[in-house]
């Protein structure tokens, strides 16, 4: 039977081919006769020729990516400095009107987890909705959050419990959306470097709030110090929203400025991944077998333990240094950038040097994942189990050990993270929602276990939180072992390539592809009655 087709298949059809050869296939429009076709090779100069990162408008959707993450990272960080000035502690300058106690504190800061917990059901429908709406939303929810906490968090810790949950809310919108994003706009070659850059804005924001937010404490002549921190991280998250919201696009197709070169590159890279459209409604996610799948799982367990001494280094480290250090308000501020900065640096260089190895040395994914990975969760291991051996006389000692902690943890980007993006582009929220809702739950046990630990000392006629450098040695030997545990589990059951469940099945493509078939069949044979006419 002669098949009646409207494509031919030529050359360059897939996404990211090594840089020394030519893509195998594509397909591409073909005029024919209804006789039949034939395969042809497509026109060289019909190709989407390669479109450079720099200048380009996927990295300007990058950067505002970047900024959304500033915006968030300001305001879930605000908090590890603001707290310290919100409550009464009368040592090293410290002092606050609020009266929370221990049990308290730790639900505020668990609050923010709490409200992360929403990225299981924002995940499943990252992949379906808008990805720029649900961008734009988690602006709006950090932007109320932050306006509403020192308005009522007097009245009531409740109030900024329910402030933080917003804060969590949106980060559980936000981070889904951002690698659905990045598989809509980057090909697979560039998604490391991609995420890289994306993230970065979690270590830029906290760079910036940590040493403002301590600075804002000893004003109280602005706004009466703390609650200018939050005033602050709102006005941060609007202005940033008034340019996502002209510029971003969920898709290069619905980007305007975009340029033709640009867009059919990135469209004819990503175009065997097999994405489909957010459209698709009869889309079936293969929930079993991303439940059976050994890499996804031993990439979620690889998270969780990276994500845990985070949570203590990125929430935890001004009340160290208060407690333990010794460090004054702004004093404290400022050396707790330190550590963020070196994680910044660390993970984008090493996310640029991941993608030139697998591009430019050919070498293995999956293997330069694994290396990284097992590079960062042994030397942030060991670099926190000798923080506890300083005391406040060898303070800067301790801080460098924390900064070499955040230098092995930029690793985990081109490691764990890179592969929880590569192993099924088209379910990249999905997998997002249920990896982060773990983290959340155990971020939350964290916070609670940290302040647990962490109890009150009296001084003198004063009740106040204040750790002993003992409860905080508890605090960051449990951090330094669950860091340790992916070096053996990741090594040995992850995987950074695409797995055989990716590929989405679903019934109208299914259905489309049936009808196209019988309608070829028909349309074949009447040609040939024709003919044989």
Known sequence: MVMDARFAIGSSACLDPPPAHNPIFRIVAHQGNDNGHYIQDAD???????????PSMRLLVAALLCCCFIALSVSTSNMAVALICMTSCPIHGYGGELRWKPDEEGYVLAAQNAGSLLMLL??????????????CLSLILVIIGNGMLPLMAPSSFWYAVIARLL???????????????????????????AIGLITGGRQIGTL?????????????DILNGWPAIFYLSAAISLLIALFWIP?????????????????????????CESIGKRSDRSRRVPYRQMIRST???????????????????????????????????????????????????????????????????????TFVCKVFNGVASAGLSASILIVPLFNKNEAYLAVGSLSLA???????????????????????????????????????????????????????????????????GIVLRVAGVVAALPVVVFSLYGSAEKQHWAAPS????VYSLSNSSRKTSTVSRKSAITNNN
């Open 406 to 472: 955040m230098i092995f943890a930029g690793l985990h980007t081109p490691g764990v993270q890179t592969s929880l993006v590569q192993l099924a582009p088209p379910f990249s929220g999905v997998i997002t929602g249920w990896s982060f809702f773990v983290v959340a739950w155990f971020g939350i046990a964290n916070k609670i276990l940290t302040k647990h630990i962490v109890q009150h000392e009296k001084r003198g006629l004063t009740l106040y939180v204040l750790g002993s450098s003992e409860e905080w």
């Open 295 to 365: 890499p996804l799982l031993a990439a979620v367990f690889a998270l969780v333990c990276h994500e845990y001494p985070l949570v203590i280094m990125l929430q935890f480290l001004p009340n160290y240094m208060r407690d333990v250090l010794g460090f004054a308000p702004t004093r404290n501020g400022l050396m707790s950038t330190l550590p963020i900065a070196c994680l910044f640096i660390s993970k984008t260089l090493s996310s640029s040097l991941s993608s030139y190895l697998t591009t430019k040395r050919k070498m293995d994914k």
């Open 247 to 271: 510029i971003g696009a969920d898709k290069p197709g619905k980007q305007c400025c975009i340029s033709q070169r640009e867009r059919l590159y990135v469209e004819s890279r990503i175009a």
């Open 208 to 220: 910036f709030i940590l040493p403002t937010a301590g600075y804002l404490c000893t004003r109280k």
């Open 44 to 54: 060289p100069e019909e190709e989407p020729e390669p479109a450079v990162m720099f």
């Open 506 to 509: 679903s019934k109208s493509s």
């Open 122 to 135: 924002t995940g499943m429908f990252a992949d379906r909705l808008n990805g720029k709406l649900m961008v």
């Open 167 to 193: 804060v969590g809310a949106s980060d559980a919108c936000l981070m889904p959306a951002t690698n659905s994003l990045i598989t809509r706009w980057f090909p697979q070659a560039e998604r490391a470097a």
